[in-house]
């Protein structure tokens, strides 16, 4: 099969190229991208894979992406490309592909409209496949399948920096991107309750929940994922009552990122007047990150662990599933990624291009534009986050 890959110098491009060059059957991957080529050279370089070409290529034209993406069964879209979506599955559509995205920044609703012609040419396509949304989504059917009636699905993430600030001598770290995490961070909380979606403040109804050592107990705040909205739209007949994601970062992150919020640096859109110069803050903020120097202790060493826990009843009873998939900064996985060139929270690189592969398989048998939890088989999908090496536990308990 051959694969394309867009944002190829991102963490998650990087991700991406890494878990596709491990597939035996993947014989070409064209790396694409079009703001930092000499970042995606040295990367590429670094990889040493004769599978691997680059191309410079704006994934905004639809005109070039269709060109560019001819003659290749699958385009893994890990470009962050906010009201551009469309046109790089448009792109796909054009040249006969298969096309996964990571997140479709709100065109969601365009891409659907193109359902019927990717089902004429017998192809699939699967937005929002990052791995939240996306891998979360699956957990979420894969947890639902083992119930018969569901009460509540809560997703429980962290996103955390294990290493002390103190032993940083930069002031600030981010899993994946900032521009998202900012975003996050500041629009209001989504919650779907009793069969209505609604929005709360950001970052609502925080609690303490344990996760598994080395991060162990940190505070889960609401956030603006589309995962309440999803599951309720597909799956309306199930009559769920609670759909709700939560998140950590690690204390000192979540400080700094409310401090930054707090005083304009979220704002990504509308300039502000200083002296006479308009600029927008987060540029602002972004160009100051990007001239820092070089860490001179510890660099970050984030573990990016999720959570699904549904309940229900079972046979009468009640019954609680719950679903853990995280990185492990001891794992095997991490040590061969990391020593590729992954680096951050990588892992939604890794669950994008996994489902492209399935689709160059022809594993995944719905044709047309889906989004992952009514595509893709939630046994499959895990076994395979289980194959590349990804730390994953189900537990299920019965309450009395």
């Known amino acids: 099969m051959k694969v394309a890959v867009t944002g190829a ?48 290529l704006d994934c905004t034209n639809e005109d070039a992406s269709a ?22 599955t448009r792109g796909a559509l054009r040249a006969d592909s298969n096309y996964i995205d990571l997140g479709s920044s709100g065109q969601d609703k365009e891409i659907f409209e193109l359902s019927d012609e990717f089902r004429k040419r017998n192809r699939t396509a699967i937005t929002s496949m990052g791995t939240a949304p996306g891998l979360s989504n699956v957990m979420a ?70 996760f598994k050592p080395p991060v162990g107990p940190q505070m889960v705040a609401g956030f603006p994922h589309p995962e309440p909205r999803h599951l309720s739209e597909s799956f309306p007949e199930k009559e769920i009552k609670h759909i ?36 927008i803050p987060f540029q602002v903020l972004w160009a100051l990150l990007e001239g820092l120097p070089p860490e001179e202790k510890r660099q970050a060493h984030i573990v990016s662990e999720g959570n699904c826990i549904v309940r229900g009843w079972k046979d009468g009873g009640r019954i609680e599933v719950k679903l853990m998939i995280r990185t492990s900064p001891d794992s095997d996985m991490h040590r061969r990624y990391t020593s590729r060139g992954a680096f951050g929270s990588y892992r939604t690189g890794i669950c994008g291009a996994m489902a492209g592969v399935l689709c160059g398989r022809g594993l995944i048998e719905n044709k047309g534009v889906y989004r992952p939890e009514l595509c893709i088989p939630p046994e499959l999908y895990i076994g395979e986050q289980v194959k590349v090496g990804m730390e994953v536990e189900e537990s299920i308990t019965h309450i009395l």
Request: negative net charge; aromatic residues 12%.
């Open 67 to 88: 060109v560019a993406f001819k003659g290749y069964d699958v385009v893994v879209n890990c470009a962050h490309i906010p009201s551009y979506y469309l046109n790089t």
């Open 9 to 56: 110098s991102g963490i998650q491009g990087m991700s991406a190229m890494i878990y596709l060059l491990e597939q035996s059957d993947v014989e070409k991957i064209l790396a694409t991208d079009y703001y930092n080529l000499a970042r995606l050279e040295k990367r590429i370089e670094r990889l040493g894979d004769d599978r691997l070409c680059m191309a410079e």
């Open 244 to 279: 709700m994601y939560r998140q950590a970062f690690d204390a000192d992150s979540e400080m700094k990122y409310r401090f930054l919020r707090d005083l304009g640096f979220a704002n990504q859109t509308t300039p502000i007047d200083v002296r006479g110069t308009k600029v």
């Open 141 to 210: 059917v894969y947890c639902m399948n083992k119930i018969d009636k569901v009460d509540s699905i809560d997703f429980m993430w962290g996103v955390v920096d294990i290493v002390p600030p103190e032993q940083h001598t930069r002031p600030l770290y981010w899993g994946y991107g900032l521009d998202g995490i900012m975003s996050l961070v500041s629009d209001k909380s989504l919650v779907y309750e009793d069969g209505e979606l609604k929005q709360e403040e950001p970052r609502s109804r925080p609690e303490i929940y344990n």
